[in-house]
């Protein structure tokens, strides 16, 4: 098991930036995010969980979804068991809960919610003027 936690957002106006961070706490097995993809999803009431992208362990691939390439950047920090998601130039569609997840997919990588194994609760991203 891996326990996974979500912190950094907020409410931000339309072209403004936010860093989300998902950390992982070592659990009684030891388990961090060594090994694992961790992705980031976002959803909003009544949708359905959306990709928004993916990074490989230990780094070296990375995927987007196509509305976020471009403004956001996926990065990892192999040392610290975190994931980081900067997102630049938010827009209010942007708005949402955002996940991480992680699994132990790595190629291709994975960029649906079933191919992920352990979930953070998220945090709420919301963008308006």
């Known amino acids: 098991q891996v326990q996974l936690r979500e912190s950094g957002g907020g409410l931000v106006r339309p072209g403004d930036s936010l860093r989300l961070s998902c950390s992982a706490s070592?659990?009684?097995?030891?388990?961090?995010?060594?090994?694992?993809?961790v992705g980031w999803f976002r959803q909003t009431p009544g949708s359905e969980r959306e990709f928004v992208a993916v990074?490989?362990?230990?780094?070296?691939?990375?995927k987007y979804a196509n509305s976020v390439k471009g403004r956001f950047t996926i990065s990892r920090d192999n040392l610290k068991y975190t994931a980081d998601l900067q997102m630049n130039n938010l827009k209010s569609e942007d708005t949402a809960v955002y996940s991480c997840?992680?699994?132990?997919?790595?190629?291709?990588?994975?960029?649906?919610?079933?191919?992920?194994?352990?979930w953070g609760q998220g945090t709420q991203v919301t963008v308006s003027s």
């Open positions: 997840a992680v699994s132990t997919l790595q190629s291709p990588p994975p960029v649906r919610p079933d191919e992920f194994n352990y």
């Open positions: 070592p659990t009684s097995s030891g388990r961090t995010l060594e090994g694992f993809a």
């Open positions: 990074i490989s362990w230990p780094g070296t691939r990375t």
